[in-house]
DNA sequence: ATTTAAATTGTTATAATATAACACTATGTA
DNA sequence: TACATAGTGTTATATTATAACAATTTAAAT
């Protein structure tokens, strides 16, 4: 018997919100999933959140906070949503997930005054992408 | 005729929010804070981010964007809310503006591959706060 | 002092985001 | 099989936030 660390299978629900996430090229909203998903069946908000809840936890989705939207995780070593870090253009609203192996080691070793390791952190970079900073 | 920056003066509403938000030991929530100022005439939502949002944008206080709730800075060099960092705890769920300096230079000198440079950001770390931790 | 522009206020209504509660079903494992 | 765990479908409701518009206050500039 295998004692290979199981891959997450996807639920039927969590299988086609996770899809269309992975297929949009901007964050998305849950009402904007929800609208897009009631044609294969799932009627409610609630299918939606629960859906992208389990997403998020195993760290195939993550949410940006500050814009209440969910964009697939496009980066391979990131299992468990622990560590994410984004730049989001304040004019166009691109969201792109940052894979920087220095600024993850920075972060992940940073300790308060008060010694208090973190299992955990989010951090959203603002600033013009490249297009909207010449116009 | 001084040419000191002027500091801001708060409205009526903007400081009675922001003396509620002030006192309180945790981070604020919008309707809890409308609840609070009604007995002093602020009776509407809008008010209450009205007077948010402003107090936001001239960094008199924070945003916890993962907890949508308001907490005042405790940082005397943010005179504007464009460099925050909170710790909390996913168990009291107690919020602490980290001022770090080294962490601060980091965040600003940071570059993505893009080379895009960014104006703002924020960080939120998750972990277990010491009282959370001996438990 | 008077005018003007900008910011703020008060108000009603409504939009957008998210969860509670409950009964039922599927899946994995002992 | 039986048991536990996770997921589903559903209705209702809670929570967070903004639209639109008229009135008022404030700051500054004539």
Redesign the interface.
């Known amino acids: 018997m295998k004692t290979m660390h199981k891959e997450h299978t996807l639920t039927k629900n969590q299988q086609i919100i996770f899809d269309l996430i992975d297929k949009s090229p901007e964050p998305m909203k849950a009402y904007s999933i929800l609208f897009n998903v009631q044609k294969k069946g799932i009627k409610a908000p609630l299918q939606v959140y629960r859906a992208l809840d389990k997403l998020v936890e195993i760290g195939k989705i993550h949410k940006i906070?500050?814009r209440n939207a969910f964009i697939a995780c496009h980066n391979s070593s990131c299992r468990v949503a622990k560590a994410t870090a984004f730049?989001i253009c304040?004019i166009c609203e691109k969201v792109?997930e940052?894979s920087?192996a220095g600024?993850s080691k920075?972060?992940a070793n940073?300790k308060?005054?008060?010694g208090?390791?973190?299992?955990?952190?989010?951090?959203?970079?603002?600033?013009?992408?490249?297009k909207c900073k010449v116009k």
Request: aromatic share 20%; hydrophobic share 35%.
């Open positions: 906070e500050s730049s304040e792109t940052i920087s600024l920075y972060l940073f308060d005054k008060d208090m390791k973190y299992i955990k952190y989010n951090l959203e970079f603002f600033g013009l992408c490249k």
